[in-house]
């Protein structure tokens, strides 16, 4: 079957698309609870012929789009929250209340509706079901997981077959970008704390400091990281924290404390984190008479493409919007998504859009999480037909 011109058809949307982006971006929320944002989408949504629940435990919406022929179900995401982040781009529709949609999630949000109103525009053309997840808590609250927990996969009562979400980020305006396999890390927090015996700086030998021993101990996870993995298996990890308190400075502390973002790329080496971490920390402490306590958090798990439902997106995509227009990573990203607990579950494709103004500069382009950040909200037609055309052709497979 055909897959209608989506992106023809999205031209009619798009003026309502960026006006929902830039309501949602000038008032962002964080975390689980975001009853604005999602009164906004319930608004945005209405009139559509869609079955609707909200979460429970979250501020989340589900709806469900059931097509007038027979087909499997698809799942195609979208979230919501913000980040604590003060925003500085001079945008006329900036956000003013301390927080910013700094990782594009209001685009993203815009662009599931918009899947939803060319879908349900050829609601009769369309097999099966599709599963709208407009999701709070992606950075770092484990939205999706909470959702997955409230019945997400069993709102059509079916699994669906397949799951798909477009994150936005800086580069060429409208280029598709994605691949099988890994695509985006595991994401694990540590966090130790090195204890000893404080006393005065000017008598160290009184003492057992547990300074000079952390400062070993971050030397000592960089050797671990560099020399227990396989370059082609990659481990990213950071230390981001280190703290004494904040006592006088004559006086060498009781502890230390300090804390670490891990990027993994597979199971075996979350085993090997999980195993040698803890060895390496307490071993160094132990050589210098001190202890150390150890706190290894795995939040989200690698996320994973499955190959044939990505080689299959490839080509919808193509199809759609041209050759020149959809590139394979070469590598994976480092950085983490928590629609890795979606594809845990369900195989499915993460892609990612370039959003860039066409007038940025590459050299000096600012990344996710700036607040300094601009996404041009022009992609969101295609950004929403391209979920559109996924969807569809995925159901009609």
């Known amino acids: 079957m055909t897959t209608p011109d989506f992106a023809a058809d999205a031209v009619a949307i798009l003026p309502d698309l960026v006006a929902l982006r830039r309501a949602l971006h000038a008032d962002p929320e964080l975390g689980l609870d975001l009853p604005r944002t ?3 989408v319930l608004d945005a949504l209405a009139g559509l012929p869609l079955e609707i629940t909200t979460g429970t435990r979250t501020t989340s919406v589900v709806a469900v789009l059931r097509g007038g022929l027979p087909g499997p179900a698809v799942l195609l995401r979208g979230d919501m929250d913000a980040l604590p982040i003060e925003e500085t781009t001079g945008l006329d529709f900036a956000s003013v209340n301390g927080t910013m949609h ?18 349900a525009a050829r609601r009769d053309e369309l097999h099966g079901s599709v599963i709208f997840m407009f999701q709070p808590g992606e950075e770092g609250h484990g939205g999706a997981k909470i ?8 709102a059509v009562g079916e699994r669906p077959v397949a799951a798909y979400a477009i994150h936005v980020a800086p ?19 540590l966090f130790v ?22 400062a070993e101990i971050v030397l000592a996870l960089q050797s671990f990281v560099t020399r227990r993995f396989d370059a082609f298996d990659p481990v990213v990890l950071s230390v981001t924290r280190l703290s004494t308190g904040d006592g006088a400075v004559n006086v060498i502390p009781e502890q230390v404390e300090l804390a670490a973002t891990v990027r993994n790329m597979s199971p075996a080496s979350l085993a090997t984190l999980q195993e040698g971490l803890p060895r390496v920390i307490e071993g160094v402490a132990a050589a210098h008479g001190l202890s150390a306590e150890v706190r290894f958090d795995t939040m989200y798990p690698v996320t994973v493409n499955d190959p044939e439902e990505t080689s299959a997106t490839v080509d919808v995509l193509r199809g759609a919007f041209g050759e020149q227009r ?10 983490s ?36 950040v601009v996404f041009d909200d022009a992609v969101l037609g295609d950004q929403a037909a391209a979920l559109a055309s996924v969807a569809f052709a995925r159901t009609a497979r």
């Open 38 to 40: 999602q009164q906004k």
């Open 102 to 119: 700094a990782c594009g999630h209001d685009l993203h949000t815009a662009g599931l509706v918009g899947a939803a109103k060319l879908l």
């Open 147 to 154: 959702m997955i927990e409230e019945g997400l996969l069993d």
């Open 171 to 189: 580069g060429p305006r409208g280029i598709f970008a994605t691949r099988g396999g890994a695509v985006a890390a595991g994401s694990n927090q």
């Open 193 to 214: 704390t090195v204890r000893g015996r404080g006393g005065h700086g000017s008598q160290p030998h009184q003492t057992l400091d547990p300074v000079s021993a952390a």
């Open 326 to 335: 959809v590139v394979m990573m070469p590598t994976p990203m480092m950085g």
């Open 337 to 372: 998504e928590d629609f890795a607990f979606v594809l845990n579950e369900v195989p499915g494709t993460f892609i990612a859009l370039m959003t860039s103004p066409p007038d940025a500069d590459p050299s000096t382009i600012e990344w996710n999480h700036s607040p300094r």
